[in-house]
């Protein structure tokens, strides 16, 4: 059908992995997007002949893969987003930064967008509180970098990718705020658990991302993540 990966799939919700590189929805550079993926995906399996409907209802960086929801109606789309709004969802990342990271912590900045450069900043007395929790799982001595799972508390525009630059620990291919290595971005959403919009349930949605580069390095740890999942 195409080539989107599809972790879960009912009748409100289709959980996928968005492709790194891959924009959400369309942008200025009219690349193929996420969302239009996602509607070629239910117009061939379902035959539909018509529109197809889906809902966008949080985002990830374009240089950034790993688990998306999308809304299959507009009600699901509604509830979904209302649930973002309140942090009633827990993500976690993984990322592989410079540097060794010693146990875990928590990062806690003010950030603000730039409106003309969209980059976002340390802003102390405007900024918005941005909070992250990070936890070291392996460190690669002879690279000095370091694979990290990040728990999202807040989730501010390039939140993730600011704080960890501040605190001296670049993520591993950032062209915005790294140290501008030419290289795929190692970052990626990995989990996300919510309560479903419809029904009563839980849902829990897990992938690690692909083997391939700096990734590589923590195959094992990787593994033992997978493992217990």
């Not at 590189?21 to 996420?34: A, K, R, T």
């Not at 897990?206 to 195959?219: C, I, M, N, Q, R």
């Amino acid at each position: 059908m195409t080539d989107l990966k599809i972790i879960y799939e009912d009748n409100h919700l289709l959980i996928c992995v968005k492709p790194f590189n891959v924009p959400v929805q369309e942008d200025s550079s009219h690349d193929l997007d996420l969302v239009r993926m996602a509607k070629k995906y239910l117009k061939i399996k379902y035959q539909k002949p018509g529109n197809v409907y889906v809902g966008l209802v949080h985002r990830l960086d374009r240089p950034v893969g790993g688990v998306m929801v999308l809304a299959k109606t507009s009600k699901a789309a509604a509830r979904l987003s209302q649930k973002v709004q309140d942090h009633e969802w827990h993500k976690k990342y993984l990322a592989i930064v410079h540097g060794k990271i010693n146990g875990s912590g928590k990062l806690v900045d003010k950030i603000s967008k730039d409106a003309q450069t969209f980059n976002a900043y340390i802003d102390p007395i405007k900024g918005k509180e941005s909070i992250l929790e990070y936890q070291c799982l392996a460190y690669n001595a002879a690279e000095d970098l370091s694979l990290v799972e990040i728990n999202l508390i807040t989730g501010r525009h390039h939140q993730i990718r600011l704080q960890l630059h501040e605190a001296g620990h670049p993520i591993y291919g950032d062209q915005r705020y790294g140290l501008k290595e030419k290289a795929q971005i190692a970052l990626f959403a990995y989990h996300l658990a919510f309560h479903h919009p419809v029904k009563d349930t839980s849902v829990v949605a897990e992938v690690l991302p692909p083997l391939t580069g700096k990734w590589l390095l923590f195959a094992e740890t990787l593994k033992k993540l997978e493992e217990k999942a």
